[in-house]
C-alpha cells in the first residue's frame, strides 16, 4: 500500500482538525498528487494517513478581495490559465501554468502544492516573486501571512509547521501600466523540468521603467530575485539594449549548479537569454 | 468513409460470403487495407502480457545488482521468504537446468551466480500474492557482495591489466574489412582527414516495458505468454534452464507494445517461467520503466578514429578506421551490431581501399545489444562528419561532392560485393538537388545557435 | 498484505455504476486494471510521463498513476473501453484508424482521452493546439504526425456532423 488511510476534508475546518487528530502520525495532504503520489510510488516518502483537501471550498478557485488577488492553494493550474483575472491581472501566471506539465498534469496538480514542494526548479513560484505574493499559512487558532521569499527558507525548506497547511496566495493587484511575462527554458517544450526560467513584473511610468521584479528559477537553491538587474532596469526608458544589459545583470546574481538538465555555464548563459526575452515581453505588455 | 464502416465491410467479405470472394481480394497491393490489430488497439481490447490474469495469479518481482562488478560472498532471503504472502523467492541455486542463456553465444546468467557484472543484473526473484508484497519481499533479500574493480569504457576495456568482466577476456569480438591498398590509396590523396568521433547508449523506451505471464496448463505444459520479437528463441532458451524438453514449453507472443529490437533479446520470458513452475502457480512479471532501463539492452555506444582521403578531382581514396563499441557486460547482439558497423563505417559511398577494424568489448555497463539502425546509426555519424570536412577542405559543395563519391550499380562495397540493385543514394541526393535549385536553397553551416 | 484496509469504492465508470469493496491506498490505474480488468489504460512509465494511463475524471484527463484511487469515489471515470466499440468507433478512434495513427497501440488508449479532452474544449484546433493537446502523450512509433494529421480530421468531422467530442455524444 501506498498509504493506509485517505481522508477527505470537505472545509478548511475539517481539513484543519483531520490533520490535528492524525497530529504525531505519518499525515500528509494530498491536493493535485502529481508529486506526492510518485514519491509513495517510489519509496521517497511514506505516509500512513493522506488527507485529501482537493475539495475544500475555501483553498479553491481565484477571486479578487479589495485590490488583492486571492488564489486558493488546491487550484489547479488549468483552473488559473482559464481565469480572466489572471489572463487580465497576472499574465505571467497564466503563461507559466501553461508550461507545467501538459495538460493532464495541469488539469491535476495545484498552485498550492507547488509551494508545499518548494522545487528550486518550480515554474509558477518565479511568478510569485515576482508579483510580490505571500502565502497565507492556516492552523486551527491562527492564519499567518508570509512573503513568498520568506515562506521558502532554503532548499526545499517551507516555513511550516506541523498542524499548518497552506491556505492561499494572496497578491496585489498590479497597478495600471504594469507589464508582467514569464519566460522558461526547457529541453522539451512539454513535460519538462526548467533548466532556467524567468518571471519579470515591472511598471511603466511616462516611457519610463519605475518598478521592476526580475525572478529567476532553477539556478539556486530556491528561487532567488535578482537585485542587480532590477537596479539596471529601474529609471531607463525601454530599449533592446537595456533588455541585454538587464539579462546581462542578472547572470551576476545566478548561483546554478550542474546538472543532468544541463550545465553551470549553460545556465548562466541561458539567464541572460530568459530575462532579457521576459523583460521585454512584459515592457511589450506594460505599454499596451 | 471511416474506419469502423470499412473494417466492418472486409470483415464481411472474409468471414462472412466466402463465395463472394475473389483472388484479387486477397491482393492489398494498390487498396487501403484495415490492419487486423487495429480496432483492438483504438478501442483498448488489444491484450499485452501485462494485461493477463487468472485466478490465483501471483506477481513477480526481480532484485537487481546494485553493484557494477562484484563477488556473491552470500544471499540471505529468509527475511525475504517470511513476508506474508510471499510464495518463492528464488536465486541461481534454484535453477533446474542451466543458468544460462544468450540470443547469440550464451553468455549470461539467468540469476547471477558468484559474481554480477552490471548494475540491474537480475540476482533473485520473487513471487508473493500482490504487488506490494513482492516489492517489500524484494527490499528484504540481503546480498553481501565484495566489490572488484570494475571497467566503464571499452578503451579501457582494453588495456592491458584492465579489470576482465569475463575470465577469457574483455574482447567479444574483432572484425576486420580489408579492400584495395589502403597506403597506395592514401599516397593518391591531395586531402586527408583525421577524426575521433564518440556516440552514446540510448534506450529504445518502447512505451511498454516488458512483460510475461507463465502458468502451467492442464497437460503439464509450462505456458509462456509475453512481449517477444522472437517466441521460438525464447522457448528453446526457456527449455534449457528448466531442464524441460521442447514440447513442454509453449511461448505465445501477445500483442507488443512497441520493441525496436531490445525485445529481440530474453526479457522476461525465463524468470516468470521459473516462477510459474517452482510454484505452480500463474505468475505475472512486469518491469517499471526504472527496471527496464536498468536490466534491458540499449544502444551500443561507440569510439570511433577514422582517416579518409580524396583526390583533387574531389573523388574519395581511401578510407581507414578503428571502432570500440561498448557491449556491456553480457554479448547480446554486440558481435553482430559492432561488426556491421565495421561494414558500414563508411557509409554509402565509393573507396577503392578501405580498411577497418571493429573491437567488441565487454564492460561493466549495462548490455548493449540490438536497436534499430544496428550500428549503422553510429557510422552515420562519422563518415557524414568526414565527408562534409572533406567537402570543404576541397572547396566543393558537399552535396556535390557526396553526388561524385555515392555508391552506384558497378561500384563495390567495404567488402567488395558490387552494388547491382538497392542503391539509392544517388537518386535520391539527385531529387535532393532538384529541389534545392527549385526552392533556391544552399548549404550552408549555421554560425550561430540562437538559444 | 493489510487486510484492515479495504474501502467502498462507489463511483461510476464509463457511464455505469461501480459500487465494491476493494483495497484501498493504491493508485487509480491499479484499481481501474487490477480490480476492474479494465486494462486498456496502460502504465508505460509510472510517472507521469508518458500519459499512457491517461483516464477522464469529471470530464477532465488526468494520468491514473498519480491519482489515488479514493480520489475517483463519488465521481464519473472514462476509460478507453468506454469510449466507442469496435461497430461504433468515436470518430477520434475512426480518424486514428484511417490516418495509420496506431502502431503497436499501447500510447493509442491515452491517446485518444487526450484528443477526446483537447476537442470538447476545443472543437476547432490549430495544428499548435492539438501538439499542445498531447504533449502529455509519449508515441515511440509514429512519430506523431499521423496522430496528428487523425485528431484534425477527427475534429472535422464532428464539426460537420454538429457533435461535439464529448464521448456520449460522439458516439451516438
Known amino acids: ?288 | 468513409m471511416t474506419g469502423d464502416k470499412q473494417a466492418l465491410q472486409k470483415e464481411k467479405l472474409i468471414v462472412g460470403t466466402p463465395q463472394t470472394l475473389r483472388e484479387t481480394d486477397f491482393d492489398p497491393v494498390g487498396k487501403s487495407v484495415v490492419r487486423k490489430d487495429v480496432i483492438p488497439k483504438v478501442t483498448g481490447k488489444a491484450i499485452y502480457a501485462g494485461d493477463l490474469h487468472m485466478p490465483g495469479m501471483l506477481i513477480g518481482k526481480v532484485l537487481l545488482s546494485a553493484q557494477p562488478h562484484a563477488l556473491i560472498k552470500g544471499i540471505d532471503i529468509s527475511a525475504a521468504a517470511a513476508v506474508p504472502g510471499v510464495k518463492a523467492v528464488l536465486t541461481a541455486q534454484d535453477i533446474p537446468g542451466e543458468n544460462v542463456f544468450g540470443i547469440a553465444i550464451p553468455d549470461q546468467q539467468v540469476l547471477a551466480d558468484r559474481k554480477v557484472r552490471f548494475i540491474g543484473e537480475p540476482v533473485a526473484v520473487v513471487a508473493a500474492e500482490d504487488a506490494f508484497a513482492a516489492e517489500q519481499a524484494v527490499s528484504k533479500i540481503r546480498v553481501e557482495y565484495e566489490p572488484l574493480p570494475a571497467v566503464f569504457n571499452p578503451i579501457d576495456g582494453l588495456k592491458p591489466g584492465a579489470p576482465l568482466v569475463h575470465e577469457k577476456g574483455n574482447i567479444l569480438y574483432h572484425t576486420k574489412v580489408r579492400k584495395g591498398n589502403i597506403e597506395k590509396g592514401f599516397d593518391e590523396a591531395s586531402v586527408i582527414v583525421e577524426n575521433i568521433y564518440r556516440t552514446a547508449g540510448q534506450d529504445h523506451a518502447p512505451i511498454e516495458p516488458e512483460a510475461g505471464f507463465s502458468w502451467i496448463d492442464a497437460e503439464g505444459v509450462l505456458n509462456v505468454f509475453t512481449s517477444t520479437q522472437y517466441a521460438f528463441r525464447d522457448r528453446r532458451q526457456i527449455a534449457v534452464v528448466l531442464n524441460l524438453p521442447m514440447n513442454r514449453v509453449r511461448v505465445a507472443n501477445m500483442t507488443m507494445g512497441g520493441g525496436f529490437g531490445r525485445k529481440d533479446d530474453v526479457t522476461t520470458e525465463i524468470l516468470v517461467a521459473l516462477l510459474a513452475w517452482k510454484t505452480g502457480r500463474p505468475v505475472r512479471l512486469v518491469y517499471t520503466r526504472h527496471e527496464a532501463m536498468l536490466t534491458q539492452t540499449h544502444r551500443h555506444p561507440t569510439y570511433v578514429r577514422v582517416r579518409t582521403g580524396a583526390n583533387k578531382e574531389g573523388r574519395l581514396t581511401a578510407m581507414e578506421g578503428v571502432i570500440y563499441g561498448d557491449t556491456g557486460a553480457y554479448s547480446s547482439l554486440g558481435i553482430f551490431v559492432i561488426k556491421k558497423m565495421a561494414l558500414h563505417l563508411g557509409g554509402p559511398y565509393y573507396y577503392p581501399n578501405y580498411k577497418s577494424d571493429s573491437f567488441s568489448v565487454y564492460t561493466n555497463n549495462p548490455i548493449y545489444g540490438p536497436f534499430r539502425g544496428f550500428g549503422v546509426l553510429q557510422a552515420a555519424v562519422s563518415h557524414e562528419g568526414q565527408i562534409d570536412e572533406l567537402a570543404e577542405k576541397l572547396g566543393m559543395d558537399p552535396l556535390e561532392f557526396r553526388l561524385k563519391n555515392c555508391l552506384r550499380p558497378g561500384l563495390s562495397f567495404s567488402t567488395g560485393q558490387v552494388m547491382t540493385e538497392a542503391c539509392g543514394i544517388g537518386a535520391t541526393l539527385e531529387r535532393l538537388q532538384q529541389y534545392m535549385v527549385e526552392n533556391g536553397l544552399s548549404f550552408e553551416r549555421p554560425q550561430e545557435v540562437s538559444a | 498484505m493489510d487486510e484492515n484496509n479495504l474501502v467502498k469504492m462507489t463511483l461510476t465508470v464509463n457511464g455505469e455504476e461501480v459500487s465494491m469493496m476493494a483495497k484501498g491506498g493504491r493508485r487509480l490505474l491499479d484499481f481501474l486494471r487490477d480490480d476492474l480488468h479494465l486494462t486498456g489504460s496502460k502504465e508505460g512509465c509510472g510517472e507521469g510521463e508518458c500519459g499512457s494511463c491517461t483516464v477522464l475524471l469529471d470530464g477532465h484527463s488526468v494520468l491514473s498513476c498519480l491519482t489515488p484511487m479514493e480520489r475517483a469515489i463519488g465521481r464519473s471515470v472514462v476509460t478507453i473501453e468506454g469510449v466507442g466499440s469496435p461497430t461504433n468507433l468515436h470518430p477520434v478512434q475512426a480518424a486514428l484508424l484511417d490516418e495509420g495513427g496506431v502502431q503497436c497501440g499501447m500510447c493509442t488508449p491515452g491517446m485518444v482521452i487526450s484528443a477526446i479532452d483537447l476537442l470538447q474544449r476545443n472543437p476547432d484546433p490549430t495544428v499548435e493546439e492539438i501538439i499542445e493537446g498531447i504533449s502529455g502523450n509519449l508515441c515511440r512509433c509514429t512519430g506523431y504526425k499521423k496522430i496528428i494529421f487523425g485528431i484534425q480530421h477527427a475534429a472535422e468531422e464532428l464539426r460537420s456532423s454538429g457533435r461535439t467530442g464529448m464521448v456520449k455524444e460522439a458516439t451516438r
Open chain 1, 1 to 288: 500500500m501506498l498509504y493506509q488511510k485517505y481522508e477527505v476534508a470537505q472545509t478548511l475546518a475539517e481539513a484543519l482538525s483531520l490533520l490535528e487528530s492524525h497530529n504525531g502520525g505519518n499525515v500528509r495532504l494530498v491536493a493535485g498528487g502529481t508529486d506526492l503520489i510518485l514519491q509513495l510510488h517510489e519509496r521517497i516518502l511514506s505516509a500512513e494517513v493522506l488527507v485529501d483537501i482537493s475539495r475544500v471550498s475555501e483553498m479553491r478557485g481565484i477571486r479578487q478581495d479589495g485590490d488583492e488577488l486571492v488564489i486558493g492553494a488546491a487550484t489547479t493550474y488549468a483552473e488559473i490559465y482559464h481565469s480572466s483575472l489572471i489572463q487580465n491581472h497576472a499574465p505571467l501566471l497564466a503563461e507559466a501554468s501553461k508550461k507545467i506539465g501538459a495538460v493532464q498534469i495541469q488539469n491535476m496538480a495545484t498552485l498550492g502544492g507547488n509551494i508545499g514542494n518548494a522545487s528550486p526548479a518550480a515554474d509558477a513560484i518565479p511568478c510569485l516573486y515576482a508579483l510580490d505574493a505571500d502565502v497565507v499559512v492556516a492552523s486551527p487558532n491562527a492564519e499567518r501571512r508570509i512573503p513568498v521569499a520568506e515562506f521558502h527558507q532554503g532548499y526545499r525548506k517551507i516555513d511550516l509547521k506541523p498542524g499548518e497547511l497552506i491556505k492561499e496566495i494572496r497578491f496585489a493587484i498590479p497597478p495600471e501600466g504594469t507589464g508582467t511575462a514569464f519566460y522558461k527554458y526547457a529541453l522539451r517544450k512539454s513535460q519538462a523540468i526548467s533548466v532556467v526560467d524567468a518571471a519579470v513584473c515591472l511598471k511603466i511610468e511616462d516611457g519610463v521603467i519605475r518598478h521592476a521584479a526580475v525572478a529567476l528559477g532553477a539556478v539556486a537553491p530556491t528561487i532567488i530575485r535578482s537585485p542587480e538587474a532590477e537596479a539596471v532596469l529601474i529609471g531607463e526608458p525601454p530599449s533592446e539594449d537595456l533588455f541585454a544589459r538587464a539579462g546581462e545583470a542578472a547572470r551576476k546574481d545566478a548561483r546554478p549548479i550542474d546538472d543532468i538538465r544541463g550545465s553551470a555555464s549553460f545556465r548562466r548563459y541561458l539567464v541572460a537569454v530568459c530575462v532579457s526575452h521576459a523583460v521585454r515581453s512584459a515592457c511589450e505588455r506594460a505599454v499596451r
